[in-house]
Every structure is written in C-alpha cells, then in structure tokens.
C-alpha cells in the first residue's frame, strides 16, 4: 500500500525567504514521487518528478526536491519565494506501470509582502 | 499541442439524477484517470483507463462508472446523485511508455449537487 503526508496544511512566507514544504510517503513498491501546483479554480500542474536516478530533481519556476529514501522524505524547496509562488501544492507517489496517484492532503503557500 | 480538455466546466445537477462528465486527453496519449476533490476527503483516485480497459478502481461505491472510447477519450457517469458528490471532478491523461511520465491535468468539472 501507498501513503503521502503533507505535514503542514498552511505555510506563510515572506517574499524572498526561503520555501520549505515537506512530504513523507510509504511505498512498498519502489516509488515514483511527484509534486504538483494548483492554482484557484484550475487543474493541477506538475512542478518536478522523480522516477529514477538523480536524487535532487529541479522543477519549474525554480522549485526542486530531493529524493531521500532512508527518510521516505520528498521535500520540496526554492531559495526565494515570489509572490506568484502562493497556491496549494500537492505531493503523490505512485508505482511503477500505474497513473493511480496517492495525493497528500496538500499545502497552501502563503507569501506574504 | 491542445492539453487536456474536460467539458463542461460547470454543472449543476439535483438530487437522484445522473451527470456525465466527459475528457478528451492529450492527442497520442492513451491512458486516462480521473480524481474527486474534494474540501474534506482532498484529491482521491476514481478511475485508470488503458486502451478503452479499466485498469484501476478507486474505493468509490457503484453509482460511479466510466468508460474509455477507441480515441481514448474518457467519460464518467454518477448515477443517483448524492449532495456528498458535489466535488471538483479532474481528469488526466499519459503517454504510455518504459519509463512511468507524468499524468496531465485537466481543469476540473466542478459539479455542484443541489
């Protein structure tokens, strides 16, 4: 079986400090991790994955995450916050040959000016 | 190329009738799943099509059925419609390939029971 869990359903930051959103799955199967955005009344848009390789995979608009196994961790960062950076973010693991995502509860960013 | 087109938009619906939701996936891409969002249960699987064969059920009762057509376009049915299934309802579409890519999102059917 799969789980997510976002810890921290609200994070507030000021504009230009750093973004820290955690993520913690459980995964039986080795997994493939993900992070999406979603803007007010919009679908979800992925920001980065990781599959295979590289632990630390860089995403758009500056965002990355690192890949920690014996964490069973996926957080995601970026250096400075923007403005246009506060929307809800997601993380969701799935298993090899599958598009069945386990979304987390999800994090809503705040940036404040 | 056109992204993932989810129609209607909007819909609102009373009580004990049936709503179908349709998707049109990204042009190539065969794989189709759709997801309830929902305020207090959040993002929750429903269904995964692979050339018109579902290939994973979410935990939702049997009012929820869907179907892919041969141009991999996807439609879901709720029958006996329940307030609870007021949802945000998104669909997404994948390339089918060696290594697992990332689903595409569509911008949701917000279906509104009354």
């Known amino acids: 079986a799969q789980s997510v869990t976002q810890l921290g359903s609200h994070v507030s930051v000021s504009e230009g400090a750093l973004v820290l959103l955690r993520c913690n799955y459980s995964?039986?199967?080795?997994?493939?991790l993900f992070w999406y955005v979603q803007y007010p009344n919009q679908g979800l848009q992925l920001l980065l994955k990781?599959?295979?390789?590289?632990?630390l995979v860089k995403g758009i608009n500056g965002f990355e995450a690192e890949f920690k196994k014996s964490e069973t961790s996926f957080h995601l960062t970026k250096p400075s916050a923007h403005m246009s950076d506060a929307a809800e973010y997601f993380c969701?693991?799935?298993?090899?040959?599958?598009?069945?995502?386990?979304f987390g509860t999800g994090t809503r960013l705040k940036v404040l000016a | 190329k056109a992204g993932v087109t989810q129609t209607p938009r909007y819909l609102i619906k009373t009580r004990g009738q049936q709503v179908t939701l349709s998707c049109s996936p990204i042009?190539?891409?065969?794989?189709v799943s759709w997801y309830q969002q929902t305020p207090g249960q959040g993002l929750q699987f429903l269904f995964e099509?692979?050339?018109?064969?579902?290939?994973n059920k979410g935990n939702f009762p049997g009012r929820f059925s869907g179907r892919q057509f041969s141009n991999s376009r996807s439609e879901m049915n709720v029958s006996t419609l329940e307030l609870g299934d007021s949802a945000l309802y998104l669909c997404?579409?994948?390339?089918?390939?060696?290594?697992?890519?990332?689903?595409?999102f569509g911008q949701g059917t917000r279906l509104t029971v009354v």
């Open positions: 997404a579409s994948s390339s089918q390939g060696v290594e697992n890519t990332e689903a595409f």
């Open positions: 995964s039986s199967v080795p997994p493939y």
């Open positions: 990781y599959t295979t390789g590289a632990t």
């Open positions: 969701a693991v799935s298993g090899s040959g599958t598009y069945k995502y386990i």
């Open positions: 042009s190539g891409h065969r794989s």
């Open positions: 099509y692979f050339s018109e064969t579902q290939r």
